[in-house]
């Protein structure tokens, strides 16, 4: 989702008389499909090739077709060379339009005020990862805010931490019906955008949201390399970025979000 920033350049420089074939996970491929639809998008495949291993695009069956293929992120080589060149686009990803109207009716039923939808962990933990997400008991000054309505947005097993919340808060976090948070991403990407806000880390659900337009606050760390040495998210233009002082210390800033949040609240 990160990368696709670029891709809408792509489709310019190669103009009418050019294809681009966009090879992504097999979830993402009726979003990428909306989103650049003179496009071909099909799903890639990584498999062990000599021992090493190799991502293929099985779709694309005449090789010769093909005048360039190019690792996505690469592509910031020639367009990305400095922050500047990031443009002050809406959006680069396109959620379904009609499942957007869907779940803004759905999402009245999660009550009152504007709806808030929360990420805090990721599925993946290996290499450190953890450092770069909160304990959850740290976003208790923003589940304290009134006049909003908490909605998960997070994908995998959550029961613990929402118990957790009604038991020590007293509050409710919202479970959305009838949508898996990890494999229905088309889907979670119109339910992002039903949302008033999306407060996170920058897990997979968050570059969804944040892709396709949506108001969204990222919870970072202080030498992220996406902030590319700024104080702002230069690949979101809308997001609003709140980071620690140092890695763990998350109490200011987790205090910071809860004023932050309270004061956006009085405002709607």
């Known amino acids: 989702m990160l990368f696709a ?8 420089r190669l103009g009418p008389d050019g294809h681009m074939s ?23 495949v990584t498999g062990l090739l000599k021992g090493r291993h190799a991502r293929q695009a099985p779709f694309i069956k005449d090789l010769a077709e ?4 190019a690792p996505m992120a690469s592509l910031l080589r020639e367009y990305r060379r ?41 599925a993946l933990k290996r290499s450190g990862r953890a450092r770069y997400f909160s304990p959850f008991e740290a976003w208790a000054p923003i589940l304290r805010q009134e006049g909003v309505a908490f909605v998960n947005l997070q ?15 007293g509050v409710d976090i919202w479970q959305p019906p009838g949508i898996d948070l990890k494999q ?20 997979a659900t968050f570059n969804l949201a944040a892709a396709c337009g949506a108001p969204a606050w990222l919870i970072t760390t202080p030498a992220a390399w996406t902030l590319l040495g700024t104080e702002r998210y ?5 997001a609003r970025v709140f ?6 210390a998350w109490d200011d800033v987790m205090a910071e979000i809860g004023d932050a949040l309270g004061a956006w609240a009085s405002e709607r």
């Not at 093909?66 to 293929?69: K, Q």
């Not at 994908?155 to 808060?169: H, N, P, R």
């Not at 008033?196 to 880390?201: E, H, P, S, Y």
């Open 155 to 169: 994908y995998g097993d959550c029961a613990e931490e929402l118990a957790f919340v009604k038991k020590t808060l």
């Open 243 to 248: 980071k620690p002082e140092g890695f763990g």
């Open 82 to 122: 400095e922050v500047g060149a990031f443009p002050e686009r809406d959006r680069f990803l396109v959620a379904d339009p009609e499942r957007v109207a869907h779940w803004r009716e759905v999402l009245q039923g999660a009550g009152d005020g504007p709806k808030v939808g929360l990420l805090w962990k990721s």
């Open 22 to 44: 966009i090879a992504v996970e097999p979830r993402l491929i009726p979003l990428f499909q909306r989103s650049f639809p003179d496009a071909t998008v099909g799903r890639h």
């Open 184 to 203: 229905d991403l088309d889907d979670v990407a119109a339910l992002c955008c039903a949302m008033d806000l999306t407060i996170g880390f920058s897990n």
């Open 5 to 12: 920033n670029v891709l809408s350049d792509i489709a310019d």
């Open 66 to 69: 093909i005048d360039l293929f």
């Open 234 to 238: 230069p690949w979101y233009p809308q």
